[in-house]
């Protein structure tokens, strides 16, 4: 069965460093999702991304974050200079069509900021 | 904007028996409601979702009820097996116009064998 995939699995990095997470959605998705779940918290909705620009984004996803889709196949979260209260598990997911179809999620970068 | 509750927070049940975990939701003009599992060390795997104009939906031992008047909707495992612990998340999306999933706070299911 297609999933998505992303790498790292976990990632540690300084405060202020810049950092990429990275994600293969299923390949014939069209629809791009980042989640965030801070420990013991629920899962937030950061980003939706559909043909190559972004369709939707929370409050968190400030002027720190960014999306790209460089190629066919990846597509990855950038934090420009990492901060403390960034340390969570981030989720890529994707799905065929915005309009009410399902939305699956990869296994998640663990960062941690030191 | 929408805001989901789900409680409760942990679920301890002897196998063989049911489980229910209940969510509600604020935004009348949200239409899909899925459920997702997520196992230790994995991201959530959907497991059963249901759109608004339908009231119940089943899948062998899983069952999701909706009721848009009250703004609810339930999850309920039959005959529990010690591979349903783990933790369920329910989440509420709006498509007119918008694609994010707003989540509960997930609930621990623990099935004692």
């Known amino acids: 069965e297609p999933e998505v995939t992303q790498t790292p699995s976990h990632q540690v990095t300084q405060m202020g460093q810049e950092v990429i997470l990275r994600c293969v959605p299923i390949s014939n998705h069209l629809y791009f999702y980042w989640y965030r779940q801070i420990l013991g918290q629920k899962v937030e909705f950061l980003v939706s991304f559909y043909n190559n620009e972004i369709s939707e984004k929370s409050e968190i996803f400030d002027d720190q974050f960014s999306v790209e889709r460089p190629d066919g196949s990846n597509f990855t979260l950038k934090i420009r200079s990492t901060k403390l209260e960034d340390s969570a598990m981030y989720f890529c997911a994707s799905s065929e069509l915005y309009s009410n179809q399902p939305q699956h999620f990869g296994d998640g970068t663990r960062l941690s900021i030191l | 904007g929408e805001n989901v509750e789900q409680h409760p927070s942990t679920l301890s049940v002897q196998e063989g028996d049911s489980a229910v975990i209940k969510c509600t939701y604020s935004?009348?003009?949200?239409?899909?409601f899925p459920w997702y599992k997520q196992e230790l060390g994995k991201g959530p795997q959907l497991i059963i979702d249901i759109r608004s104009n339908v009231g119940e939906k089943k899948d062998q031992r899983i069952a999701v009820t909706l009721n848009k008047t009250a703004k609810h909707f339930s999850l309920h495992i039959t005959e529990t097996q010690p591979e349903d612990s783990a933790v369920y998340f329910c989440a509420a999306r709006n498509s007119q116009g918008a694609q994010k999933l707003v989540f509960g706070q997930g609930t621990r299911l623990t099935i004692n064998p």
């Open positions: 935004d009348s003009a949200s239409n899909y």
